[in-house]
């Protein structure tokens, strides 16, 4: 009867809970190469903020990935609530915007990234014949390629290809309020404005509670696009780097010495802990008031 | 289209029940701007799918020449082109494999799992649980350092197999989760009748079990099929023989292989998008359902 439970518990033990462990442990360890050395504390995670250039690098992933955190948020979660309240007021063709919203979520992240590379390139690129084409031709730029644009680039490319589930997830969360509020507020006179505000924006709570977390984990997590993208350092200059491609380049090379492996798994510790952590605090705080029918 | 949308608009919003004192125009506006915002949020999300597919029908000069225009002859050959110059066959059929083998897999030994901790009322299955539910807020990717050691001295490297443990590893608790929360939620009646009239447990699993499961597994089915198709990070790791490269990871190759050959370059990026495509198309409500339920 316990050949039930014998093959997950297998696999999650042996390529789950031991990996995740083993790198937890590790962090504390000092490591020549593959070789583990001497239980050093917490020189690992000093090193990362003390030793240059990786000290640069890791606090210009940090703000990287901050800002792909709220700029997600804000095309994401507002744009998305927006989109999908105006859904929810007009049934006519509901299905269609739905299924044209959430058509590029099923392609692969690395499809998206190298289509849009193509787009954006900066000659021949649709996006600069598009706007030469509009008179717009001042605003046509190197949008990849410069260090202050390659950041939002991605994170636009990023948002587009996750609108469609936010506004999905809004949608559903909206038709799921009982209909006599909007009724009888609507008697009252309230306007659409009021309405959203008062009305949809409280009601919708655990939409936003759950996008937001969702927004959250998949922009530290951030990797498959800007790869694809920008490749491995987040290019130009470090300029659209995450902490998710660092950790790659400390765990595969090209970054971090011969400690490396030491101190990836120090960024993984903190990243997990972190992660685990501001998650919770989301929960808490989109759940402390309960707004009740 | 934008006209013949915008009266149905207004005709759906009349239902909802508009004030009668505003005059018509003021009414109709926030309908036609509406429809407005919705159609332009439309046109953003799928013109780059469009162009993606109609630049794979064009030749290169064509491209270059006018990025934005339409085909004006069609060009298949582009796809057999890319097809027969490029290892897009054998990128394909290992995407076809790992996606096929580790979606059976792991929606059998997820769905017995699951059968056991939400049937079966021994002393550990609390904490069981409580050890599997963990693992939905351990980013997997983060322990790639100790996996690939393990995976180097299972003999697993640059393996489709070890990829697919990788798979059904990252996924084993969200497809238990969903699975036990959807068995705890169904009597137990029929399942006992069964035991009673003398079948076994694993008959009772199979045959009983099962078949009720069925919207639950295929909600684990739709997330792990578009979460395996589109990997890159663990095959990215794990695979070093291009011979044995999934689509997304294939895509590298293909992509500094045929960096200059714009038209080829789009019937790559077009054919390793098809079968997604087509499913949706074909199945679009069990899709946005499936991947909005099972969240994440």
Redesign the interface.
């Known amino acids: 009867m316990h050949l039930f439970v014998i093959p997950a518990l297998l696999v999650y033990a042996v390529f789950v809970l031991y990996p995740v462990i083993l790198t937890l442990f590790n962090s504390f360890f000092a490591f020549e190469g593959l070789k583990r050395g001497a239980w050093i504390g917490f020189d690992n995670f000093t090193a990362l903020f003390t030793t240059p250039p990786l000290d640069t690098r890791v606090w210009n992933a940090l703000g990287n990935n901050i800002q792909i955190f709220v700029l997600s948020f804000a095309l994401q979660c507002v744009v998305g609530f927006l989109v999908a309240s105006l859904l929810y007021q007009y049934r006519g063709g509901r299905e269609i915007f739905k299924a044209a919203y959430f058509l590029p979520r099923l392609l692969s992240l690395i499809v998206i990234g190298f289509l849009w590379q193509i787009i954006f390139s900066p000659n021949v690129g649709a996006l600069n014949q598009f706007l030469e084409a509009a008179g717009l031709g001042a605003l046509a730029q190197n949008w990849l390629g410069s260090p202050s644009t390659a950041l939002y680039t991605v994170i636009f490319v990023e948002g587009w290809y996750r609108l469609g589930f936010s506004i999905l997830v809004f949608l559903a969360s909206m038709q799921a309020i009982p209909g006599a509020i909007f009724e009888a507020a609507r008697l009252d006179g309230a306007s659409r404005v009021r309405l959203l505000w008062y009305f949809m924006l409280p009601l919708t709570r655990p939409a936003w509670m759950i996008l937001t977390v969702l927004t959250f984990i998949a922009s530290f997590e951030m990797f498959d696009l800007v790869y694809a993208m920008q490749g491995v350092t987040g290019s130009p200059f470090y300029s659209s780097d995450t902490l998710g491609l660092l950790f790659y380049r400390l765990a595969f090379g090209g970054e971090g010495g011969t400690a490396a492996i030491g101190l990836g798994s120090a960024l993984a510790l903190m990243l997990i802990v972190g992660m685990a952590l501001i998650s919770g605090l989301m929960v808490f705080f989109f759940t402390r008031k309960r707004v009740e029918w | 289209m934008l006209t013949t949308?915008t009266t149905?608009?207004v005709?759906?919003?009349g239902h909802?029940?508009a004030?009668r004192t505003r005059g018509n125009v003021r009414r109709r506006m926030?309908?036609m701007l509406?429809?407005a915002?919705?159609v332009l949020?439309?046109i953003?999300?799928?013109y780059?799918?469009f162009?993606?597919v109609a630049n794979s029908l064009r030749d290169d000069l064509d491209?270059?020449s006018n990025?934005?225009g339409l085909p004006t002859q069609p060009q298949f050959g582009n796809y057999a082109e890319i097809w027969e110059r490029s290892n897009f066959p054998a990128y394909f059929g290992n995407s076809v494999y790992v996606t096929g083998v580790g979606v059976v897999v792991l929606l059998?030994?997820?769905s017995?799992?699951a059968?056991?901790?939400a049937r079966?009322s021994f002393r550990w299955n609390k904490a069981?649980l409580m050890?599997?539910m963990l693992?939905l807020?351990?980013?997997?990717?983060?322990?790639?350092?100790?996996?690939?050691?393990?995976m180097q001295s299972l003999d697993l490297l640059d393996t489709r197999n070890g990829l697919i443990?990788?798979l059904?590893?990252?996924r084993?608790?969200f497809a238990?989760f969903v699975l036990y929360g959807f068995f705890v939620t169904l009597p137990r009646d029929i399942e006992e009748a069964a035991l009673v009239d003398g079948a076994n447990?694993w008959q009772v699993?199979w045959r009983v079990a099962m078949p009720v499961m069925r919207p639950a597994l295929a909600t684990v089915a739709i997330v792990s099929i578009?979460g395996m198709?589109?990997e890159?990070?663990f095959p990215?790791?794990f695979i070093r023989s291009d011979e044995l490269r999934t689509?997304?990871?294939g895509?590298?190759t293909i992509?500094g292989e045929f960096s200059t050959e714009?038209a080829l370059?789009?019937a790559g990026?077009t054919l390793?998008?098809v079968p997604?495509?087509i499913?949706?198309v074909v199945l679009?409500r069990q899709?946005?359902e499936g991947?909005?339920e099972g969240?994440?």
């Open positions: 949308t149905t608009g005709v759906g919003r909802q029940g004030k926030p309908a509406s429809y915002v919705l949020f439309a953003i999300e799928m780059p799918i162009l993606m491209i270059l990025p934005l059998l030994i997820s017995m799992a059968f056991y901790l079966f069981l050890v599997f693992g807020t351990l980013p997997l990717k983060l322990a790639v350092v100790p996996l690939f050691m393990l443990l990788v059904i590893a990252e084993l608790s238990i447990v699993y578009v198709w589109n890159f990070f990215l790791v689509i997304p990871l895509m590298l992509v714009w370059l789009f990026l390793s998008s997604m495509i499913a949706f679009a899709f946005m991947l909005t969240i994440r």
